[in-house]
C-alpha cells in the first residue's frame, strides 16, 4: 500500500447528537449520581466510554438482516442462518442463543459447576466471577506474572499461567470441574493470548481429563493480535486463526455485545451432548426456547452479520490503531497506561498515577470521576470497587487499580480521540489535586453498579479554582 493513513473503514450514513455540558452541570450530574459513573443519565456524558458491550455501531447488513429477521417462535430461518456462522467459526456442535453473555454462563456453570469446586480462568470476567460463586464454587485467577505488571511491554500478557494450572491440576483436580481462559483478557487490561497458550492449556486440560472453555467474547480481537505477533500467523486470516483457537476447546460462552458487533445477545457453544441437553433444558426454563434463547429473530441476523465483520481485516486494523493511538498519545504525554495498548480499551494505572492516594480510598475510581468532572468523559475503574468486596463481606484490596476506557466499536472518530487525549493530558496535569473517595452506600455483590460514595477529604479537587473548567 502507497498510502500509510489508516482510515475509519465506514463512512456514516445515521448521526446521533452528543451534547456538550458544563463545570456545573456535570458537578450537579455526579452528585445526583452518588459519585458513581454508572448511575449517570447518558445524556449528561459527552464521549461514552464505560464499555465496549452492546454500544456499538451496526452496518447497513446488519439493519438489512434485522428487516429479514424471522420471529418465527420455533425453527426461524434466522436461527439457522445464526447458527451456521456461530458453527462455521467455532466449530462447535451446540449452539445455544442467550440474552447476553452472562446468561451462557449463568446456564453452563448451573449445570456443570458445584458447590466448593475451583474454576481456573487466566482472569474472570465480573460477571462470570459472580456467576462462579453463584454456584458456591471458587474463581481462581491464574494470570502470567508478566500480566500484572503494566508498564511491561510483551505480545501475550492475557496469557494464563500454565505451572500455576498444572499445579491446581495436580492437587486439588478432583475438585475443579472446568478450565476457562477468556480472549481477551478483559480484566487484564484487554491483552490477547496467544495461540501456544491456548493449545498448551488445551493439552494439559485433555492430560487431566477437563473440559476446557474459551470465554470467547474478543475473539475476534484476539486472533488479530495473533496475527500481528505470533510467529507463523502473518499470513492466516483472522477467521482461520479464530477457528484454530476454537478448535482446541470444547466449547465456548460468547456475549455478541463485544465482538458479535450487536446491541445485545450471547450464546453458548459446545461439544458435549449430555451437557448441551442439560443446558438447553435450563434454557428453556429461564430463557426461551432453543431457536431463540431469550432474543428476536432480528437480533439473531444482526449477529449473525455482526460476527462476520468483527472479522474483518479493515476493521481490526482501525479498531487496534485507534486504541493504540491514544495509548501513544497519553503515554507520551506522562500517563502511565497499561501496555502495550490492547483490543478494545485503554487502561490507565491510577495506582501509578496516584500515588498520593492509597488503594482504601480507591484511586482508580475517584480518577474516573474527574474524568469526568473535566471532560464530560465516562470510564469505568477496574480496582477494589469492582473486585475488593469478597464473598465473605471482608474487603481485599484489588492487584491493579486500573481506569478503562473502552472503545465502543465503529462509533468515534479521530477528533473524539484527539479530544480524549487532550483531556486525558489535562487531568494528568493536575493530578496532585486529585483526593479519594469512600463507599456510603453497596449492595452485597457486584457492588459497582449501584454503591453511591463520597469524597474521603471533603472534596474531589482541592486547592483548584473551579473556573479552570469552564
Ligand atoms: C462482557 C463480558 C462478559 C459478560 O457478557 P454480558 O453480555 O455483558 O453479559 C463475560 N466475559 C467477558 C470477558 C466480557 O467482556
Known amino acids: 500500500m502507497k498510502f500509510k493513513t489508516i482510515i475509519e473503514p465506514f463512512r456514516i450514513k445515521t448521526v446521533e447528537p452528543i451534547r456538550r455540558t458544563s463545570f456545573s452541570e456535570r458537578q450537579h450530574a455526579l452528585l445526583a449520581a452518588g459519585n458513581n459513573l454508572f448511575l449517570l443519565h447518558a445524556e449528561d456524558v459527552l464521549i461514552d466510554l464505560l464499555t465496549d458491550s452492546g454500544t456499538g455501531a451496526m452496518s447497513s447488513a446488519q439493519w438489512a438482516g434485522m428487516m ?157 493480535f495473533i496475527k500481528m505477533r505470533e510467529a507463523g500467523y502473518a499470513d492466516k486470516t483472522p477467521l482461520e486463526i479464530a477457528q484454530e483457537m476454537f478448535s482446541y476447546a470444547d466449547g465456548c460462552t460468547m456475549s455478541a455485545k463485544k465482538d458479535g458487533m450487536s446491541n445485545i445477545g450471547g450464546f453458548l457453544a459446545l461439544n458435549d451432548d449430555a451437557l448441551a441437553q442439560r443446558c438447553t433444558n435450563l434454557l428453556i426454563l429461564t430463557e426461551g426456547y432453543p431457536t431463540y434463547g431469550g432474543l428476536a429473530g432480528y437480533d439473531l441476523e444482526a449477529i449473525a452479520v455482526g460476527l462476520e465483520e468483527a472479522l474483518h481485516e479493515d476493521y481490526l486494523q482501525y479498531r487496534t490503531r485507534s486504541v493504540a493511538y491514544l495509548g501513544e498519545k497519553i503515554t507520551a504525554g506522562g500517563v502511565p497506561i497499561m501496555q502495550p495498548p490492547g483490543g478494545h480499551a485503554i487502561y490507565i494505572d491510577a495506582k501509578a498515577m496516584l500515588p498520593h492516594i492509597p488503594q482504601h480510598e480507591y484511586p482508580a475510581w475517584a480518577l474516573s470521576l474527574v474524568l469526568y468532572l473535566a471532560g464530560g468523559i465516562r470510564s469505568v475503574e477496574i480496582g477494589s470497587v469492582m473486585f475488593g468486596l469478597q464473598p465473605d463481606g471482608s474487603e481485599k484490596p484489588a492487584v491493579m487499580e486500573l481506569v478503562r476506557l473502552a472503545f465502543p466499536r465503529r462509533v468515534y472518530t479521530q477528533s473524539h480521540v484527539d479530544y480524549l487525549a487532550e483531556v486525558l493530558l489535562y487531568v494528568n496535569s493536575i493530578k496532585t489535586h ?3 473517595v469512600k463507599i456510603v452506600e453497596q449492595p452485597p455483590t457486584l457492588r459497582h453498579f449501584t454503591a453511591r460514595l463520597e469524597p474521603a477529604h471533603g472534596a474531589l479537587l482541592v486547592g483548584l479554582d473551579s473556573a479552570e473548567f469552564e
Open 68 to 224: 429479514r429477521g424471522d420471529e418465527s417462535y420455533a425453527g426461524a430461518r434466522s436461527f439457522y442462518r445464526f447458527e451456521a456462522v456461530v458453527q462455521r467459526i467455532t466449530g462447535f456442535k451446540h449452539v445455544i442463543p442467550t440474552h447476553q453473555g452472562r446468561a451462557a454462563e449463568r446456564i453452563l456453570f448451573g449445570e456443570a459447576v458445584n458447590r466448593g469446586q475451583i474454576v481456573p480462568n487466566n482472569t474472570h470476567f465480573d460477571t462470570t466471577r459472580a456467576n462462579v460463586e453463584n454456584q458456591h464454587a471458587e474463581a481462581r485467577d491464574i494470570p502470567v506474572a508478566e500480566g500484572l505488571q503494566p508498564a511491561l511491554i510483551a505480545p501475550f500478557k492475557g496469557n494464563i499461567d500454565l505451572a500455576a494450572l498444572e499445579t491446581i491440576l495436580r492437587e486439588e483436580g478432583d475438585r475443579v470441574p472446568l478450565v476457562m481462559i477468556t480472549v481477551t483478557n478483559n480484566s487484564g487490561g484487554g491483552q490477547p493470548v496467544s495461540m501456544a497458550n491456548i493449545r498448551a492449556t488445551s493439552e494439559l486440560c485433555r492430560r487431566y481429563g477437563k473440559p476446557f472453555f474459551i470465554d470467547a467474547c474478543r475473539f475476534a480481537e484476539n486472533a488479530w
Open 434 to 436: 486529585i483526593r479519594g
